[in-house]
């Protein structure tokens, strides 16, 4: 990415089948949600050390100050993945389009869940989400076909354990 670059927009970085790794340079300020779609070989994103808004943790991109799993790289070949502990939400369109993973293991620390953050995951089978988890955005399970054990957050009403996936296959 260009030093002149400070902005990721939507749809930057789209569709780029060969793609690896991404750098991002210690002044890009802002990356848009959609900024990074549809990678499907992107194993490592790296962040200068200098920039004073992100920060890299085993090649996935974070908040600097790493409360935020902003994006994770989709092509790596790992079928569980661990997030922190320390991070507080998933960014909206985090994870999406996810091919190898099955198992996602939520900290204790995780409140919530961006919209779309889990979309088009279709080997993801199995999540857990912690009592501290107030917040689940739309869609964020969409096009996960394999999905079939879900724990939710104990709650005082009923529509806080209740979520829908659709199903796609009908």
């Known amino acids: ?27 890009i300020s802002d990356i848009k949600p959609y900024a990074i779609m549809d990678c499907p070989n992107l194993i490592e ?4 050390e200098k920039n ?5 943790i085993d090649g ?3 908040s600097k100050d790493k409360t935020v799993l902003i994006r ?6 790992e079928r569980t993945f661990s997030i922190p502990q320390g991070v507080v939400s998933i960014a909206e369109n985090a994870f999406w389009g996810c091919q190898n993973l099955e198992l996602i293991k ?4 995780l409140k919530s869940v ?9 080997n993801l089978r199995e999540i ?6 107030v917040k689940i955005g739309p869609c964020a399970f969409a096009g996960c076909v394999s999905l079939n054990n879900i724990k939710l957050p104990l709650g005082e009403e009923k529509e806080k354990n209740t979520i829908s996936i659709p199903d796609f296959n009908n």
Do not use: Q, W
């Open 1 to 27: 990415i260009p030093e002149e670059v400070i902005v990721i927009n939507n749809n930057a970085i789209i569709k780029r089948k060969f793609l690896k790794k991404i750098f991002i340079h210690k002044l």
């Open 45 to 48: 994103i790296v962040v200068d």
């Open 52 to 56: 004073n808004d992100y920060c890299s």
């Open 60 to 62: 996935n991109l974070y």
């Open 72 to 77: 994770y790289a989709i092509g790596k070949l």
């Open 106 to 109: 939520i900290p204790s620390t």
């Open 114 to 122: 961006g919209i779309a953050a889990f979309a088009a995951c279709v």
């Open 128 to 133: 857990e989400f912690h009592d501290g988890v």
